[in-house]
T-cell receptor, first 113, second 115 residues
Framework: AQKVTQAQTEISVVEKEDVTLDCVYE???????LFWYKQPPSGELVFLIR??????QNEISGRYSWNFQKSTSSFNFTITASQVVDSAVYFC??????????FGAGTRLTVKP | NAGVTQTPKFQVLKTGQSMTLQCAQD?????MSWYRQDPGMGLRLIHY???????DQGEVPNGYNVSRSTTEDFPLRLLSAAPSQTSVYFC??????????????FGPGTRLLVL
């Protein structure tokens, strides 16, 4: 069975702080994809990143970075120098050999000015 | 491209009523799916389709029907609405059914309240 755990339900930081959102996954598939989505207060789901199971290189995109570690089944997301506009719910998701994507419960990030 | 569109944006139903949530995509994607989002539970897959004429059940299919007569459209039907179906519903699409580089795109969501 596939499962995604986001243990942090809510995180609150002050603007310019760095923040890391944790994601731990379970799967028996050898080939799989991991995703992060952002859901701002407006409600839409915004795709942030996709990683496949064979590519453990960390990725940086502006203030965002992702740390994929197969040894600990984790795919953590760090926002550097957070901004108020980063306030949102962030979802980690996993897609394996079957067709469905399993989502974590989400982490609500609040960035205070 | 309009991407993935959903109608209506918001709907109130009484218990026992039926309705259809509409979903359309103009990207010629083969794979389409429906999710529901409930507080503290993330998104859960209801039904999915890997192409016109083919549908299958996801994690929480009970109480919902789907059909896929065209590549573009994937409606979700509630035959007899129940309060437990109060949720936000998202439709999504991606290029193919296989495991590959395709990205899944989500519609804006439909907020459903069943009284």
């Amino acid at each position: 069975a596939q499962k995604v755990t986001q243990a942090q339900t809510e995180i609150s930081v002050v603007e310019k702080e760095d923040v890391t959102l944790d994601c731990v996954y379970e799967t028996r598939d050898t080939t799989y994809y991991l995703f992060w989505y952002k859901q701002p207060p407006s409600g839409e789901l915004v795709f942030l990143i996709r990683r496949n199971s064979f590519d453990e290189q960390n990725e940086i995109s502006g203030r965002y970075s992702w740390n994929f570690q197969k040894s600990t089944s984790s795919f953590n997301f760090t926002i550097t120098a957070s901004q108020v506009v980063d306030s949102a719910v962030y979802f980690c998701a996993l897609r394996g050999n079957n067709n469905d994507m399993r989502f974590g419960a989400g982490t609500r990030l609040t960035v205070k000015p | 491209n309009a991407g993935v569109t959903q109608t209506p944006k918001f709907q109130v139903l009484k218990t026992g009523q039926s309705m259809t949530l509409q979903c359309a995509q103009d990207m010629n994607h083969e794979y389409m799916s429906w999710y529901r989002q409930d507080p503290g539970m993330g998104l859960r897959l209801i039904h999915y389709s890997v192409g016109a004429g083919i549908t299958d059940q996801g994690e929480v299919p009970n109480g919902y029907n789907v059909s896929r007569s065209t590549t573009e459209d994937f409606p979700l039907r509630l035959l007899s609405a129940a309060p437990s179906q109060t949720s936000v519903y998202f439709c999504a699409s991606r290029e193919s059914q296989g495991l590959g580089e395709e990205t899944q795109y989500f519609g804006p969501g439909t907020r459903l309240l069943v009284l």
